[in-house]
């Protein structure tokens, strides 16, 4: 057997057993159901609410890059901070360094890993998703669930890739970020030109299969994979990091008696990708909002509330963030100490919202001030913004603890949350993208709404900490 | 009353009996080793101890406190070494011991001084203003060691405190242990026998989640060490399981045997019933 085999092998087997042990074989192998299961109501609720098969498809595509862009983020971004994630479980993908393998091709081995993993998990059932509205509603969602096949997975492998090309290009000095931000300078203004990009990208294998579609696919994938693997594959020996004592003044700032808040955003700051992973990952979901708005202008001649649309998604940036925060330590690392577990869930929801809740407002309003809309537009997408956030956080805390990264891999739990942002975000998607202008009573019940969730995220938040604290004392937690 | 008392306590992870019916005392001034193989269940007792785990059954007191009742109270009162923990990776150990001191409300100036002591005495002075993941594991080890001390508790739980450090800073360990024990209660969880049988003034012996022995190193007979009696121990408690096991279903004369076996294996099992599972094996 090759090298290459038995590692990418033992990778596969490595990913299984690591769920099963976590949460039970069946759990994580009900996953792909689940997600076909959501993603199967949603298409129809789309197509019996007359939504263009066009605009829905491309928003997947659309939304499916950017998990790309966050998976390799999350992988690489942050190799440091995934080991913490993982506690004193063992990768295969640490011991490079043991191992007569190089560093590159256990960095090709990971990503395809995951690209195999979540084509079966989430893209395969996503596809799958299209066929019983297509029975029931449109042809045309028939006819595209062969595509979403090869075109998502397709999708999703170029948002990792390119991430890790940018990533290998920025660690590389000036001159590697000049070269990243020129390449992305030249898609942009390919795009603005009116260049055939989107034909010639994995989305033109399904919107135009073409040669074009497949050369461009490839070529992509694999200039942006070699450029990342390449640049990762290479380790300097680092010097040790010093750092002038910095908790004390942080936690006099803050206000923060006991240090916690304080540790969280020093240890944030800290880890590779730093303070940035916050913007990152609100820049992805801005993106994703821009991306949406746009198609819903330009194919349904709607014209979108940006504030109300942009606000509700970049709420959901709360989840990512609350994860950044609880990857540098693990729950039973404070447990030495006279603190409960609702002491530190407490403090991460603080530092949460102190980093958070600004970044978010900037982004949106940077956003909001480039496409152009309205102050009340764009007072309802703060508002909405604010609520959201404040709900996710909250939500995520109670339901994962201090591991959600982990923790909503696990079926059940995916569902519950799945579930618990939908119900709320979904019709405030709807009435930022389809209701041109919408009337006092809309926009009061926004508010309302608005406020509802910030404060059920708050209920939530607060009940976390009983809740994981009596979980530990059981013992009942890996 | 005694600074640490256990009386019976249990603690069960599905169908693995972790801790099986632990009693240990430890008065101030005494230095206990919880002595076992890996997997005995010395961590869980441990985390009982200090209020990390509630326990199903039996009854605890450290410093006057119930650790089930009023865990945060206890963990108010006692130092923590866990056995595998690192200092938090994106601090220095400076910072991380400033964090120690506002979690445990030690006055600054009274905190700098203990820390240039813990420091000057493991040999880590030039290394606190290091990055805690760029520090080798030996120095984060004098880390974790220092946090423990930092609030100079009445009572310490300490597990595996040497590993990853050089010979000349795990005899100062050992040297500190000691001084510390003189005026306050520790336990010490090792499975090195010849560390226990060094610096404790009593060894308890831990098996299969069972306390099966416990001895009083300088009150050995002659011809006997330590590790004779810790093999003769958890040999002993061995037979009796297999015996047991074999006993369940097999001929009566066959299980008489086997219990003969037990009590003549064990003879100082008095606390017998004392006993904690490593968090290694019970989970």
């Known amino acids: 057997m090759s090298a290459n085999r038995a590692l990418f092998g033992a990778m596969l087997r490595e990913e299984w057993r690591l769920h099963a042990r976590l949460f039970g074989g069946w759990r994580f192998a009900a996953f792909p159901v689940v997600v076909a299961s959501l993603a199967a109501s949603a298409v129809a609720a789309l197509a019996w609410a007359g939504v263009e098969v066009a605009v829905a498809i491309a928003g997947l595509h659309a939304l499916v890059f950017a998990f790309g862009l966050q998976t390799g983020s999350m992988g690489l971004v942050a190799q440091d901070a995934l080991e913490r994630v993982l506690g004193e479980i063992s990768l295969l993908m640490s011991t490079w360094h043991h191992l007569p393998l190089s560093r590159s091709r256990m960095i090709a081995a990971f990503l395809l890993r995951d690209l195999v993993y979540y084509t079966l998990l989430i893209f395969l059932p996503l596809a799958v998703a299209f066929v019983p509205a297509g029975l029931l509603y449109e042809d045309a969602l028939l006819a595209a669930a062969p595509k979403l096949v090869v075109s998502l997975p397709a999708t999703f492998a170029l948002g990792l890739a390119t991430t890790t090309a940018i990533i290998a290009l920025v660690q590389r000095g000036v001159s590697g970020k000049l070269l990243a931000t020129g390449v992305l300078a030249a898609v942009g203004a390919g795009i603005w030109m009116g260049l055939p990009i989107a034909a010639a990208s994995p989305y033109g294998l399904y919107a135009d299969p073409s040669l074009l579609a497949v050369a461009g696919t490839v070529v992509g994938i694999a200039i942006t994979a070699t450029v990342g693997f390449a640049g990762l594959g290479r380790s300097e020996p680092r010097p040790a990091r010093t750092r002038e004592p910095a908790l004390d003044a942080l936690a006099d700032r803050v206000g923060d008696e006991r240090g916690l808040v304080a540790r969280s955003l020093l240890e944030l700051s800290r880890s590779a990708g730093g303070l940035g992973t916050i913007a990152f990952s609100a820049t992805v979901l801005l993106a994703v909002a821009g991306g949406v708005v746009a198609l819903v202008s330009q194919i349904a001649g709607v014209d979108p509330q940006a504030g109300l649309t942009f606000g509700p998604l970049l709420g959901l940036s709360a989840f990512t963030s609350y994860n950044w925060l609880t990857t540098a330590a693990d729950a039973p690392s404070y447990r030495r100490f006279p603190l409960s577990i609702g002491d530190v869930i407490a403090a991460k929801r603080r530092a949460l919202a102190l980093v958070g809740l600004p970044t978010g407002v900037a982004a949106l309003l940077v956003a909001l001030a480039w496409l152009g809309t309205t102050p009340t537009d764009a007072a309802f997408g703060v508002l909405l913004f604010v609520g959201v956030h404040q709900y996710v956080g909250g939500l995520t805390a109670f339901l994962a603890g201090l591991q959600p990264n982990e923790f909503l891999f696990d079926t059940l739990l995916f569902t519950a949350f799945g579930a618990a942002v939908l119900v709320p975000v979904a019709p405030l998607l709807v009435v930022g993208l389809v209701v041109p202008s919408p009337g006092a009573v809309l926009l009061g019940a926004v508010a309302v709404t608005a406020l509802a969730l910030g404060a059920i995220g708050t209920v939530l938040g607060r009940r976390a900490g009983p809740r994981w604290e009596a979980r530990y004392q059981r013992g009942g937690v890996e | ?283």
Not at chain 2, 36 to 62: C, H, M
Not at chain 2, 80 to 98: A, G, H, M
Not at chain 2, 261 to 270: I, K, L, R
Request: hydrophobic share 40%.
């Open chain 2, 1 to 283: 009353m005694s600074a640490i008392q256990a009386e019976d306590l249990q603690k069960s992870f599905g169908d693995l009996a972790a801790v099986d019916g632990l009693s240990i005392t430890v008065e101030a001034g005494e230095l206990y080793g919880l002595l076992g193989p890996n997997g005995a269940g010395k961590t869980t007792a441990i985390e009982l101890l200090t209020g990390q785990l509630e326990a199903d059954g039996g009854s605890a007191s450290v410093l006057g406190v119930d650790p089930s009742e009023d865990p945060i109270g206890v963990r108010e009162r006692v130092g923590v070494l866990p056995e595998k923990e690192s200092p938090p990776s994106f601090l220095t150990p400076r910072e991380f011991f400033d964090f120690v001191g506002r979690v445990r409300g030690i006055d600054d100036a009274v905190l700098d001084r203990r820390v240039e002591e813990w420091a000057g005495r493991l040999g880590l002075t030039e290394h606190l203003d290091t990055i805690a993941s760029d520090c080798s594991r030996g120095n984060q080890q004098k880390v974790m060691i220092a946090a423990a001390f930092l609030h100079e508790p009445d009572a310490v739980f300490i597990d595996e405190p040497l590993a990853n450090l050089d010979p000349i800073v795990q005899e100062r360990v050992k040297e500190a242990l000691v001084d510390y024990a003189a005026e306050n209660a520790v336990v010490l969880s090792t499975h090195h026998v010849e560390v226990a049988a060094e610096v404790c003034t009593t060894v308890g012996i831990v098996h299969n989640g069972r306390l099966v022995a416990e001895r009083t190193p300088t009150d050995l007979a002659p011809d006997r060490t330590l590790l004779d009696e810790f093999l003769e121990a958890v040999e002993g408690d061995h037979a009796a399981v297999d015996a047991g096991a074999v006993g369940a279903d097999a001929e009566p004369d066959a299980a008489a045997d086997g219990a003969g076996g037990v009590s003549a294996a064990a003879p100082q099992a008095s606390s017998s019933n004392a006993d904690a599972t490593d968090g290694d094996d019970g989970r």
